[in-house]
């Protein structure tokens, strides 16, 4: 088998370096490690990193497919209940509705005020009134 040119062995440098990195070791001694300069090694951690990134997102974009067809075979399930009005049917429905907006991202999030009140009036000394006194 021929041996590897070096665009080929990029993708193996970066998981190592990527390994490497996770292991605790500085960029320069990932660099030394593998023969390349540190920014290079950098650079190979941080591509790593994406295509590891970009693996979890395809896989989460399988998964909430998966979940919105489950909801969707719920739905179904309890459709012909729903229109004859069934208010346990509806309640569901409302249920699979609230759940699926929340894994399409329909909803906006939701904002809160913290109210705090304080029993009197904070008030600030300067700092040089304590120094003319001491």
Same mark, same amino acid.
């Given at each position: 088998?021929?041996?590897?040119?070096? $665009?080929?062995?990029?993708?193996? *440098?970066?998981?190592?370096?990527? *390994?490497?990195? !996770?292991?605790?070791?500085? +960029? *320069?001694?990932?660099?030394?490690?593998?023969? $390349?300069? +540190?920014?290079?090694? +950098?650079? @190979?951690?941080?591509?790593?990193?994406? /295509? $590891? #990134?970009?693996?979890?997102?395809?896989?989460? #974009?399988? /998964?909430?497919?998966?979940?919105?067809? *489950?909801?969707?075979?719920?739905?179904?399930?309890?459709?012909?209940?729903?229109?004859?009005?069934?208010?346990?049917?509806?309640?569901?429905?409302?249920?699979? !509705?609230?759940?699926?907006?929340?894994?399409?991202?329909?909803?906006?999030?939701?904002?809160?005020?913290? @109210? /705090?009140?304080?029993?009197?009036?904070?008030?600030? /000394?300067?700092?040089?009134?304590?120094?003319?006194?001491?």
């Amino acid at each position: 088998m021929p041996e590897k040119g070096l $665009v080929e062995q990029i993708p193996e *440098r970066q998981i190592q370096c990527l *390994r490497l990195r !996770q292991s605790g070791k500085s +960029y *320069r001694q990932i660099g030394e490690i593998v023969g $390349v300069s +540190y920014v290079t090694a +950098y650079n @190979d951690v941080h591509k790593a990193l994406e /295509v $590891v #990134k970009e693996k979890c997102f395809e896989e989460a #974009k399988k /998964v909430k497919a998966i979940e919105i067809a *489950r909801l969707d075979r719920a739905l179904a399930a309890i459709w012909d209940e729903v229109e004859a009005g069934n208010l346990q049917a509806i309640d569901r429905l409302i249920k699979i !509705q609230e759940r699926r907006a929340r894994f399409e991202g329909l909803d906006a999030p939701t904002k809160q005020e913290i @109210d /705090v009140a304080t029993p009197e009036p904070i008030r600030f /000394v300067p700092i040089l009134e304590d120094i003319d006194e001491g």
